[in-house]
């Protein structure tokens, strides 16, 4: 896609979203799960949470996306989220991965390995993630050794390009890699998104959160684009956010605020190059 | 009641919630637990919230109300919730329930069948979910039909009224419905309860903590002003935050100030409309 | 130590967690969850949440200090905690505890009784939790019939003197006692750290969060220091954040911006008395 393409395809599933208002379930993580919920919201969607394995199908049947964050695990997600992953994969409903913290403990592991099989359509991670979850894989440009700290990356964007592509060609959808500026890979372009705030590693979530968002666009564009128009309104909202917060809570604030008033033309012309793989 | 007497009644539930902390412990999602407890401080109550069987049955015990919320089940729940519904019952402590989400999975449905028999205060849901619930304990105005979309409501309050108000006739209690304008009724009387911001909707857990608001009140007053009041205030802190917000993460600030800084008389003086059922 | 000397030292540790980022994790509840995260991140820590045995474990050994916080229990802590706290005690790694709510049910009760034997290098509570554990472990100063009423202290500071300090002697650590003002004490000296605002009872979770950001500080100090920075911080942001909140949602917002630019000599410079026990 040329990046006017691309630009207009972000600009119609922003629109889309807010108009359609999709119902976009998630099983994530206690920490965040507030911020994800009001972010999707706030981008147009309809949240969901569950944690029970016949609620995890239920919302897979019934949601347009689904969002997995394997953040903090509880002992039924070992039944949960391969029963939800599978019949999201069967049904052939987009789905957004966030592999956080992968490394730490089995069960951990276990779930990420069966979801090789159920195709996430975006897999959003930060490089470290990114770098490991191919390596687990078995795919190209992953590693295990790659230096997980709890959940915060130790490798930079740029160095889980191969990574990521690699993912984005096995599962046939797209990989974002989040950081400084974001990486969004198809497998074949690269979209790099400016913008943003060093604020937004200062508070818990803006990762959780944009995976959610990206579900919101997934239930309405393809992943590719889905991948492109989160990483944009995020960092169209850390900007602006940034530009008025006098620390982090206020920062927090301001971002949900701006994700809420973004409009679709403004997200379709934030920062973004287009590269080939 | 006359509209004069229900307005003095609010009044003083909302001065001895402030004068008295009544302790007001809370099983409920993960989702908006911060928001149900933040808000319940706000207007004067005192929170605590657990998961376990014999907690549920000590808060039962300890507290002056409780509120149930069966957001995001846990499989303890399975055990904890009927037996804290049980002694809430038994003790006669006022107590509410949010059914949300009702029709999804099958440990919903056998919780909110079990608490039939338990007949809390206060059933707080929107139109869906009060609908639902009706044709589930096989009540007047009830359907099994019900389009309950996750969590949001795909019908009008109206059209909730002879559930509301046959749920009400059998727990001897007060129903609330929420919507654009929220609807509570004990089964003789409806109160109209207006105000409130289109913004509402837009954050998550406007419903859930309410709930939460609605049951410390009732450890000062009974179910059905209990629910009025908690309305009133919510309508209120909703217009007043409105006016001052610059998208939807500012309004949920301004809203929890709103609750805060609200007065008996400004609570009482919220408009309001009766009518008999 | 000399009031001076405690001030360099106050000084050196907020200095030193924001240029360190110290991986800090927690087992804490999930009402505060993300309360915690992010007042540990606005003070320069990393923060990581889990539930499984194996993960708190695994957290044991790489984090540079940890939290743990009792008040929502799930099944599955009867086996992490035990299993992660030996951990902490075996490494000698810095960890703090917050016995919430103590008293209410038998597993809470089991744990606190565990966690005598691992020696938490800083336990922070109100007044009754305090008095509470000290009777738990058979300390002086405790009692089995402190009125612990859910989450609320209904004793005085003050009157927790003797058991923080029978406390802290036995852990060889120090004990944090919150209030209207604070009282830390290493067993031998006692420091009272000032100011915070009437609003920080009214929002849930100051006591949770301060114990995380404890943790952070007790990655670069020990922990009688880590205690006192800790207290000091929030005592500084509280008072900073009261004087421009027009009420708990903008004080909790303003609060989290307080933390995060608080300098390092305003921390130390904020209002204390040393007294020996």
Known sequence: MTESEIRDAVREAAKLAKASNPLTPSITNTVTINFVANAQLAVGGSAAMVYLPDE??????????????????????????????????????????????????????????????YKPSIIRGNASEIIALAGLWGLEGGTDTSD??????????????????????WTGGAVAVSGEEDLITDGRQIVLS????????????????????????????????????????YNLAGTKAAAHASGTGSFQTAFIDELYIA???????????????
């Not at 789905?95 to 090789?116: E, H, S, Y």
């Not at 997980?148 to 060609?169: N, P």
């Not at 403004?266 to 973004?272: D, E, F, K, M, R």
């Open 56 to 117: 995890g199908v239920s919302m897979a049947k019934a949601g347009a996306a689904m969002y997995i964050n394997v953040g903090t695990l509880f002992p039924i997600y070992a039944e949960t989220l391969p029963k939800t992953a599978a019949v999201l994969h069967e049904e052939g409903k987009p789905w957004v991965l966030d592999p956080v913290a992968i490394g730490m403990g089995q069960m951990r592991t276990d779930l990420l390995m069966t979801f090789k099989d």
């Open 148 to 169: 997980v700290r709890g959940v915060d990356s130790t490798d930079s964007v740029r160095s889980a390009a191969h990574a990521a592509a690699a993912l984005a060609q």
């Open 194 to 233: 400016q913008g943003g705030s060093e604020m937004m590693p200062c508070i818990t979530g803006t990762g959780c959160s944009l995976g959610g968002v990206m579900a919101v666009y997934a239930a309405v564009a393809d992943p590719f684009i889905a991948a492109i128009t989160g990483a944009a309104v």
């Open 263 to 277: 409009t679709p033309d403004a997200i379709a012309q934030n920062p973004l190059a287009v590269e080939e793989v």
